[in-house]
């Protein structure tokens, strides 16, 4: 609770312009975009909740553990003896004490640096050094395990939830596998990072990259091979919005299409764009020939730690650096654009007098999709959103696609 404002987030009617129809609804408040205790209260009940990306999967091969933030709290991951991936609270169960501190390599033991209480790879307590010298009445082993977090893959992306009653990874994802079958994203590899710390709220960076009725005036060279009129609606069911821009055009720009494209791909995934904001903080661009990932870290309510990546297809074996370059440079500059739009926008926000406006239900249906998504975890509402039957038809404004997603009737 807010002492200022009193507000409750928790309940349903502080939603109440949230849950209206898209073409009756308001966005978000300035509260939910600069207010401390919104932070907090947002920490635990969407990150300690959802389902939250952790790592690439090529970076947590055999022998590494890594040290993740999740809904403010500590986890450790590594893989066992059999390869699967393993996660746990990142403390020790004698004391309390930090197991890792940052990324390293691991052998078969995760040993507490305090007093040397050994974990083997499944999290069990194998070693308590000098522990039981003297008895110690009713102790076993067998009840002082690691605490384990809920751990799972989707294609190239390792996720983990704190919460043990959320469902389970493949429900929360829908559809989305489904649609991104044919990219076999599980086979793509991770071939630069790097993080970006922006003075904006975690939302309106995920906001932004869900709309594209800015795109004309933010965007003036991604318009070129992303075109307002060749974007339409990419959403089916699970907890995500999405939106694809079809085709890709190369008329003016080919900083999008200078590597070569996946094997395999179907005509409609060959020549589009999928954008993908998966819940919460996933936002997905999918190319024919390279992926570009953005996770976002929310640190404060106005800070945001932003670490962006780019995978590339198996089939892509060797990338000239030229051709990688003008990809990796054209990514960076409209990231750039976005940078300063969702800042000013922040600044917006803390200036105090703003109330929420109206959304546009041409553009900005999937805001409205995203703040029911944030206001079902507030208030404590496990649920996936239905999405479009089909990618056939015209909606809202769009025209019909002329290379529609057909893994669906």
Partial sequence: MNPKTDIDWTTETRWAATRQALESAHGLPAQAYIDHDFFAIEQEQVFGTSWVPIAIADQVPAGQLIVRTVGGQSIIVTRNSDGDLRA????????????????????????????????????????????????????????????????????????????PTTMPLETWLGDLPQRLAGYRLEHWRSVESRDIEIKANWKLIS???????????????????????????????????????????????????????????????????????????????????????????????????????????????????????????????????????????????????????????RFEEPLHRFHNMLADRFVGRDRVLGGDENDHDPRLGTGTNPLPWVGQG
């Fill in 207 to 361: 906001e932004n990259f869900q709309e594209y009725y800015h795109l004309g005036w933010v965007h003036p060279e991604l318009a070129k091979v992303s075109r307002v009129e060749d974007h339409y609606r990419y959403q089916g069911p699970g907890m995500y919005c999405g939106q694809t821009t079809t085709p890709v055009s190369s008329d003016d720009r080919n900083d999008w299409t200078a590597m070569p494209a996946a094997a395999g791909l179907s005509q409609s995934d060959a020549s589009s764009g999928r954008f993908i904001a998966l819940f919460p903080n996933v936002l997905l661009s999918v190319l024919p020939n390279h992926v570009f990932l953005m996770v976002l870290q929310p640190v404060t309510p106005g800070r945001t730690i932003e670490t962006c990546t780019f995978l590339l297809p198996p089939s892509t074996a060797d990338v000239l650096e030229a051709d990688f370059a003008a990809t990796r440079s054209f990514w960076f500059d409209v990231n750039d654009e976005d940078i300063a739009i969702v800042e000013a926008g922040q600044r917006g926000m803390s200036n105090g007098g703003f109330t929420p406006g109206r959304l546009s239900p």
């Fill in 88 to 163: 746990f609270r990142n403390n020790c169960r004698h004391r309390g004490t930090e197991l890792a501190a940052a990324d390293c390599a691991v052998a078969n033991t995760i040993r507490c640096p305090y007093h040397r209480w050994g974990y083997n790879l499944d999290g069990d307590l194998i070693s308590t050094p000098r522990f039981d010298e003297v008895p110690v009445v009713g102790f076993d082993r067998g009840d002082y395990g690691l605490h384990r977090v809920r751990i799972a893959q989707w294609g190239c992306l390792i996720f983990a939830c704190l919460d």
